[in-house]
Nanobody, 122 residues
Framework: QVQLVESGGGLVQDGGSRRLSCVVSGGTFGSYDMGWFRQALGKEREFVAAITWRGERIYNKDSVKARLFIARDSVKKTVYLQMNNLKPEDTAVYCC???????????????WGKGTVVTVSS
Protein backbone atom coordinates (compact mmCIF):
# COMPACT_ATOMS: atom_id res chain seq x y z
CA GLN A 1 0.00 0.00 0.00
CA VAL A 2 1.28 3.43 -0.93
CA GLN A 3 1.71 5.95 1.86
CA LEU A 4 2.41 9.64 1.39
CA VAL A 5 3.97 11.94 3.96
CA GLU A 6 4.27 15.64 3.20
CA SER A 7 6.42 18.16 5.02
CA GLY A 8 7.97 21.58 4.63
CA GLY A 9 5.00 23.83 5.16
CA GLY A 10 4.93 26.77 7.51
CA LEU A 11 4.40 30.48 7.78
CA VAL A 12 6.10 32.62 5.13
CA GLN A 13 5.89 36.26 4.21
CA ASP A 14 4.52 37.57 0.95
CA GLY A 15 7.23 37.12 -1.66
CA GLY A 16 9.02 34.41 0.28
CA SER A 17 9.93 30.85 -0.71
CA ARG A 18 9.27 27.38 0.56
CA ARG A 19 10.23 23.86 -0.47
CA LEU A 20 7.77 21.09 0.17
CA SER A 21 8.67 17.42 0.30
CA CYS A 22 6.62 14.28 -0.11
CA VAL A 23 8.07 10.91 0.81
CA VAL A 24 6.43 7.92 -0.83
CA SER A 25 6.56 4.47 0.72
CA GLY A 26 5.23 1.28 -0.80
CA GLY A 27 4.60 0.66 -4.45
CA THR A 28 7.10 1.38 -7.20
CA PHE A 29 8.04 5.04 -7.06
CA GLY A 30 10.11 4.92 -10.20
CA SER A 31 7.07 4.07 -12.32
CA TYR A 32 4.72 6.65 -10.82
CA ASP A 33 3.65 9.99 -12.16
CA MET A 34 3.52 12.24 -9.09
CA GLY A 35 1.53 15.36 -8.46
CA TRP A 36 0.98 18.15 -5.97
CA PHE A 37 -2.45 19.48 -5.10
CA ARG A 38 -3.64 22.19 -2.77
CA GLN A 39 -6.83 23.01 -0.95
CA ALA A 40 -7.54 26.45 0.42
CA LEU A 41 -10.04 26.97 3.21
CA GLY A 42 -13.55 26.65 1.88
CA LYS A 43 -12.43 25.63 -1.59
CA GLU A 44 -12.08 22.39 -3.48
CA ARG A 45 -8.76 20.66 -3.91
CA GLU A 46 -7.00 21.79 -7.06
CA PHE A 47 -4.17 20.36 -9.11
CA VAL A 48 -0.95 22.35 -8.91
CA ALA A 49 1.80 20.45 -10.70
CA ALA A 50 2.89 16.99 -11.79
CA ILE A 51 6.04 15.24 -12.85
CA THR A 52 5.96 12.05 -14.87
CA TRP A 53 8.14 9.06 -14.20
CA ARG A 54 10.26 10.27 -17.14
CA GLY A 55 10.70 13.71 -15.60
CA GLU A 56 8.29 15.69 -17.74
CA ARG A 57 6.80 18.60 -15.79
CA ILE A 58 3.23 19.83 -16.02
CA TYR A 59 1.85 22.91 -14.27
CA ASN A 60 -1.73 23.94 -13.79
CA LYS A 61 -1.55 27.60 -14.67
CA ASP A 62 0.93 29.82 -16.38
CA SER A 63 1.15 32.04 -13.33
CA VAL A 64 1.97 29.07 -11.17
CA LYS A 65 4.50 27.73 -13.63
CA ALA A 66 6.60 30.85 -13.30
CA ARG A 67 6.82 30.55 -9.52
CA LEU A 68 6.84 26.81 -8.86
CA PHE A 69 9.21 23.99 -9.70
CA ILE A 70 8.45 20.31 -9.24
CA ALA A 71 11.18 17.73 -8.99
CA ARG A 72 11.70 14.14 -7.90
CA ASP A 73 14.43 12.01 -6.40
CA SER A 74 13.99 8.34 -7.20
CA VAL A 75 16.64 7.24 -4.72
CA LYS A 76 14.94 9.02 -1.84
CA LYS A 77 11.47 8.24 -3.25
CA THR A 78 10.60 11.87 -2.73
CA VAL A 79 8.86 14.51 -4.80
CA TYR A 80 9.50 18.18 -4.14
CA LEU A 81 7.67 21.42 -4.81
CA GLN A 82 9.80 24.54 -4.74
CA MET A 83 7.61 27.60 -4.39
CA ASN A 84 8.99 31.08 -4.95
CA ASN A 85 7.50 34.56 -4.74
CA LEU A 86 4.64 33.24 -2.66
CA LYS A 87 1.42 35.21 -2.45
CA PRO A 88 -1.34 35.18 0.19
CA GLU A 89 -3.60 33.36 -2.30
CA ASP A 90 -1.14 30.44 -2.19
CA THR A 91 -2.20 29.78 1.40
CA ALA A 92 -3.51 26.21 1.49
CA VAL A 93 -2.95 22.64 2.58
CA TYR A 94 -0.61 21.05 0.08
CA CYS A 95 -0.81 17.32 -0.63
CA CYS A 96 0.91 14.98 -3.01
CA UNK A 97 -0.28 11.79 -4.64
CA UNK A 98 0.38 9.35 -7.40
CA UNK A 99 -1.55 10.75 -10.34
CA UNK A 100 -3.28 9.70 -13.49
CA UNK A 101 -4.49 11.90 -16.28
CA UNK A 102 -8.12 11.29 -17.17
CA UNK A 103 -9.37 13.34 -20.09
CA UNK A 104 -6.88 16.10 -19.44
CA UNK A 105 -7.40 16.30 -15.69
CA UNK A 106 -4.98 14.98 -13.09
CA UNK A 107 -6.33 12.95 -10.20
CA UNK A 108 -4.74 11.40 -7.15
CA UNK A 109 -5.24 7.65 -7.03
CA UNK A 110 -4.23 6.65 -3.51
CA UNK A 111 -5.42 7.70 -0.09
CA TRP A 112 -4.37 11.23 0.72
CA GLY A 113 -1.82 12.00 3.39
CA LYS A 114 -2.29 14.70 6.00
CA GLY A 115 -0.70 17.32 3.80
CA THR A 116 1.41 20.25 4.88
CA VAL A 117 0.06 23.72 5.55
CA VAL A 118 1.53 26.75 3.86
CA THR A 119 0.42 30.12 5.17
CA VAL A 120 1.52 33.25 3.35
CA SER A 121 1.17 36.47 5.30
CA SER A 122 0.71 39.81 3.56
Amino acid sequence: QVQLVESGGGLVQDGGSRRLSCVVSGGTFGSYDMGWFRQALGKEREFVAAITWRGERIYNKDSVKARLFIARDSVKKTVYLQMNNLKPEDTAVYCCNVVRNNSGAYHGIYSWGKGTVVTVSS
